[in-house]
């Protein structure tokens, strides 16, 4: 069972990491220091949008509009913290 759930919290991590690289990039694209006209950048940028807009889009028709301030990537990062913190205590109990 701790395999299990150590495996859990190597996904977890990994998610993690992948809504992190999704908010840099959108950030460094929207203050245009990356541009969607590089290749490898639009690849990378088209990847994680596929990847992780059925997520985000279920959170934002929960969330009320709030004039153009996307808290969808935060509420993702911190259900991910939440269940990351849950196995961790969790872990040591088996």
């Keep these: 069972m701790t395999s299990i759930l150590e495996i859990l919290l190597m996904i977890l991590s990994i998610v993690k990491w992948i809504v992190l690289?999704?908010?840099?990039?959108?950030?460094?694209?929207?203050?245009q220091v990356l541009n969607l006209r590089q290749p490898v950048v639009a690849q990378i940028w088209f990847g994680l949008n596929q990847l992780l807009e059925p997520i985000y889009n279920r959170l934002r028709r929960l969330l009320p509009n709030i004039g153009g301030i996307d808290f969808a990537p935060l509420i993702v990062l911190v259900a991910i913290y939440a269940a990351e913190r849950v196995v961790i205590n969790n872990l040591y109990s088996f």
């Design 21 to 31: 690289v999704h908010i840099i990039l959108s950030w460094l694209i929207n203050f």
